[in-house]
């Protein structure tokens, strides 16, 4: 007699077809308890270690009605705390109008309400008339209140609940599998931010698939077209390429092969990626790409083509001080391309460069949401850029051609979601079981949301 599995059961690997309803995207009752029952509780990425380089350097991290500082104390320690004044609730530290967020560099905090004062430690150092307390000012009363922090990949991540999971252990087995690419050693060559009309969860899927570069982004069609796959990494997800045998697979989705001369496919992608896009490639590896009709013979096969595009690069960029990592390529095609890491931090990760995204609520308001762009690649040392934060509407004009393809769809899915014909989500069970698997570990958060099968 057959029993039918639980829906927990049939959907472990999500290689079924599922559905989930539309609550998590355009729900403000959903949107309010995201607050307690997923942002209050998970890792979060606030920001880069040299973002605060010198100790008293702190920025702060803005989620809902929650602000958090965090500050460098000593030159291998950062501590964080709630951005609040322990005396009657003042903000402790202001972010300027228009702001991203606070970033400066204080020796203490002073609240600029009533003057209480406090070192990087968090503890109070000074109460105007303090005394009237009569001795009930207690060092864990007067004090900051304490937020958990702690670093990798050249990130730092804050958890609010001081119950949590240690970070490391929150990541695995992104942190593992991503270690090798050395992303600490990057530093960013442009950041944006923007304000979105659409959920955070609209704004990231736009790119945790491949699904839709075919549609989107039809221009890529020319140089060839790849199969790519989503995978399930527990709370996380990562994407990447399927590719012709004995071919190493998310390098061979760069190149492109099978369509015309892999010299030229190359050196077209190459150029139309770092001119259209602005990201995924550096100017080493299209100078590399654009000499490869010059240094190799017509006729040369597209694994020889790739081979020695990536090993001129690398000898180009060493030339320079730029020295990138060697991962096993076996590594490089089990890795993927991406990496979503749970809830809301997509690391388009490679050897030399890096495409990270951010996507948070802007309010209680479901259909806004806070948008935040990174571009990171290695650089000689000591001619590392320090770019600012832009702000940046969903442009073209803005950002770049092909990132307003995914936004054009954006604002649309937002709207399309409340449609009284819409019955549930279907996502790709092979190339966006990444989305299913958000959707999945976000209902265990929320009690509510969870993907079942589609029959
Ligand atoms: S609220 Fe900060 S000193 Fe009074
Ligand atoms: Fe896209």
Redo the contacts with the bound molecule.
Sequence with gaps: MSQKPRIDETTEDLACPVIYPVEAYISEEYARAERDKLWRKVWQMVGRLEDIPEVGNYLSYEILDDSVLIVRTAPDQIRAYHNV?P????RLVDVPQGAKNARGRRSQFI?G????RFNLEGANTHAPYKEDWQGALSDECAGLSKVDVDTWGGWIWINMDRDCEPLRDFLEPAATMLDPFQLQNMRSRWRKWGIFDCNWKVALEAFNETYHVQTTHPEFMKFGEFRGWARVQGKHSNIGYDAPKGMDENQSAKLRVGKGDPRISTAEMQLYTWQKANTNTTQTLVDAALRLKDELPEGTPADQVLKHWLESARRDDEARGVVWPTVDPAHVGRSGTAWQIFPNFQIGHSVNNALCYTARPCGYNPDKCIFEAVVYQLFPQGEEPQPEWEYCEATAEDWCYVLSQDFSNMAAVQQGMKSLGLSGLKPNPYMERSTANLHRNLAKYMGTGAPRKLE
Aim: proline fraction near 0%; aromatic fraction near 20%; include cysteine.
């Design positions: 004044c005396h009657r609730g003042r609240c309400y009533h003057g209480w």
